[in-house]
Each structure stands twice: as C-alpha cells, then as structure tokens.
C-alpha cells in the first residue's frame, strides 16, 4: 500500500513538471518549424529575383 502512493505520489510529481516542460517544447517545436519554413520558403524567392 506505501508502495503504491508512493508511486502515484511520484507519477503526479513527474507528470506536474512533464506538463509545462511539454508545453514549453510544443511552441519551441513550432517555432522552430516555423523558422525553418521561412528559412527554406525564402531562398527561392530570391534567387528567382
């Protein structure tokens, strides 16, 4: 039974600081995503210039 709370105690804790660090991942991944699709639309376009 101690064991059990105490791994539920620690799937809370690992989940609590998994969810901001995810989030914080997610927009990073979209934002670099994003700069990347700049980075590889931009260069044709000046080179067909």
């Known amino acids: 039974?101690?064991?059990c709370s105490v791994a539920q105690?620690?799937?809370?804790?690992?989940f609590?600081?998994?969810a901001p660090v995810f989030k914080s991942g997610?927009?990073?991944l979209a934002f670099g995503s994003?700069?990347?699709?700049?980075?590889t639309a931009s260069?044709?376009?000046t080179?067909?210039?």
């Open 34 to 39: 994003n700069s990347a699709v700049k980075r």
């Open 1 to 3: 039974m101690i064991f």
């Open 26 to 28: 997610r927009s990073l």
């Open 43 to 45: 260069p044709p376009l």
């Open 47 to 49: 080179l067909g210039r």
């Open 9 to 14: 105690l620690r799937w809370r804790s690992s």
């Open 16 to 18: 609590s600081w998994a």
